[in-house]
Structure formats: structure tokens, C-alpha cells
């Protein structure tokens, strides 16, 4: 799943997008974000987080419900992510315990503890 954010006017350019992709938290889906990248010229005015808003809808609206994330906690924590950790969340790999973020998008499907497994193209 991917969010564009585009210029309007004689041409569109995507000036940002947040990449959504499949996860499972054991055997749990969930969806993990990352990565997001915005144009130089278009950084720092909210365009990062108006495609993060926008991937995070979307994923609400196709029934998704879960959501994990590698970042920078003070970015992330403006979308609702907390430490995944708290959940008993971890990854498979060495990250440190701030940077692993999850959240749920619907508060009746809570999350549950488990590794985070990514698809099988990311080698990990």
C-alpha cells in the first residue's frame, strides 16, 4: 500500500509517499510502515505527515489493524505509535527499544505481544 502526496497544477508530481507493506506480528497481520520519504524542497511542511495520515486512513478503511514502525519516537508519537515493547512487540533483530513502534487502528482488536516477521523479500 502506498500513499502519494501530489502537486496539483499543469503537471502532478509526487512530492512524498509512506509505504505501507505486509507483516505479521507471529501470525498476526499487521502492516509496517516505512519507508517515507519526501521531496528536499517539500520537507518540513507537512507533506510526510499528510501521506502517513493519508496510508494510515487507508489501511483503516481496507480493515487493517495493526501497525509497526522503526523511527524516530518523536515523529512517530504524533500518529498514536507507542513503544511497541509495552505490547511485549519486539523485532528479530537488534534495534534500539524507543525506535520500535506500534499501534492499533481499530481499539476493539487490541494489539498482541509476538516477533515481528517481514515478508519474505525483505531477507530478515
Given at each position: 500500500?502506498?500513499?502519494?502526496?501530489?502537486?496539483?497544477?499543469?503537471?502532478?508530481?509526487v512530492?512524498?509517499h509512506a509505504?505501507?507493506?505486509?507483516?505479521?506480528?507471529?501470525?498476526a497481520?499487521a502492516?509496517?510502515?516505512?519507508?517515507?520519504?519526501?521531496h528536499?524542497?517539500r520537507?518540513?511542511k507537512?507533506?510526510?505527515?499528510a501521506a502517513?495520515?493519508a496510508?494510515?486512513?487507508?489501511a483503516r478503511?481496507?480493515?487493517?489493524?495493526h501497525?509497526v514502525?522503526?523511527?524516530d519516537?518523536k515523529?512517530y508519537?504524533r500518529?498514536?505509535f507507542?513503544r511497541?515493547s509495552?505490547?511485549g512487540?519486539?523485532?528479530a533483530?537488534?534495534?534500539?527499544?524507543?525506535e520500535v513502534?506500534?499501534m492499533?487502528?481499530?481499539?476493539l482488536?487490541?494489539?498482541?505481544s509476538?516477533?515481528?516477521?517481514f515478508a519474505?523479500g525483505f531477507?530478515?
Open positions: 500500500m502506498l500513499s502519494q502526496l501530489s502537486d496539483t497544477g499543469a503537471s502532478d508530481v512530492v512524498g509505504l505501507l507493506t505486509r507483516c505479521h506480528i507471529d501470525e497481520p502492516l509496517m510502515l516505512g519507508p517515507v520519504a519526501v528536499p524542497d520537507q518540513r507537512g507533506a510526510g505527515s502517513i495520515q496510508g494510515l486512513e487507508h478503511r481496507m480493515g487493517e489493524n501497525v514502525v522503526v523511527g519516537p515523529y508519537r500518529f498514536g507507542t511497541a509495552e505490547f512487540i519486539a523485532l533483530y537488534e534495534v534500539p527499544d524507543d513502534m506500534a492499533t487502528l481499530d481499539p482488536d487490541p494489539l498482541q509476538g516477533v515481528v516477521r519474505d531477507g530478515m
